[in-house]
Antibody, heavy 122, light 110 residues
């Protein structure tokens, strides 16, 4: 049973870069056929896809965030990470990490972390 | 990419059936059979209920079913129960090789 746990700062300043990590247990970020992704949800609003990284290292990003997003993975630590730059208050959200086991990306993420609230404020 | 369109809210009485729609375009919902549905209770992470338009993950009740016609996908919940009260989100793979979510629908069980 895969388990995911997000970690990172709860408060970041405008214009700074957010770094979040998702630690995976019960599986490996190197396992064949897994997509590892990030999704966010502003308070009281809906879900927004940020991007994913495949076990091969290839990435897919939301076009509206692509210029500010980098998703990477560290196989030695069994973690994958999100970096989001040039933060504004609009980036305040609960950030979830999630995974999908598939040969190609479909969006059917069946394991999720509990989410971590990130507030962008000076 | 624009969010998929869902009704803001739906409601039904216990035992009844309800349907939630999810409308996109030929570049997402209409172009691929990769529509998923998620259930989210307050303060909790989303839970996958339907994938590939109409498939149920192991452990999900058969009261939940999915379908698609042209650019609109639908989630039907039959035999409504109090615990079904939650927010529901659809998602779809897109021609940009990404994923897009719907705006979400709040289900109220009367």
């Amino acid at each position: 049973q895969l388990q995911l746990q997000e970690s990172g700062p709860g408060l970041v300043k405008p214009s700074e870069t957010l770094s979040l990590t998702c630690t995976v247990s019960g599986g490996s970020v190197s396992s064949t056929g897994y997509y590892w992704g990030w999704i966010r949800q502003p308070p009281g609003m809906g879900l927004e896809y940020i991007g994913t990284i495949y076990y091969t290292g290839s990435t897919s990003y939301n076009p509206s965030l692509k210029s500010r997003v980098t998703i990477s993975k560290d196989t030695s630590k069994n973690q994958f990470s999100l970096r989001l730059s040039s933060l504004t208050a609009a980036d305040t959200a609960v950030y979830y990490c999630a995974t999908e086991e598939a040969l190609f990306l479909t969006g059917a993420m069946d394991s999720w972390g509990q989410g971590t609230l990130v507030t962008v404020s000076s | 990419q624009s969010a998929l369109t869902q009704p803001a809210s739906v409601s039904g009485s216990p035992g009844q059936s309800i349907t939630i729609s999810c409308t996109g375009t030929s570049s997402d919902v209409g172009g691929y059979n990769y529509v998923s549905w998620f259930q989210q209770h307050p303060g909790k992470a989303p839970k996958l209920m339907i994938y590939d338009v109409s498939k149920r993950p192991s452990g999900v009740s058969n009261r939940f079913s999915g379908s698609k016609s042209a650019n609109t996908a639908s989630l039907t919940i039959s035999g409504l129960q109090a615990d079904d009260e939650a927010d529901y989100y659809c998602s779809s793979y897109t021609s940009s090789t990404t994923v897009v979510f719907g705006g979400g629908t709040t289900l109220t069980v009367l």
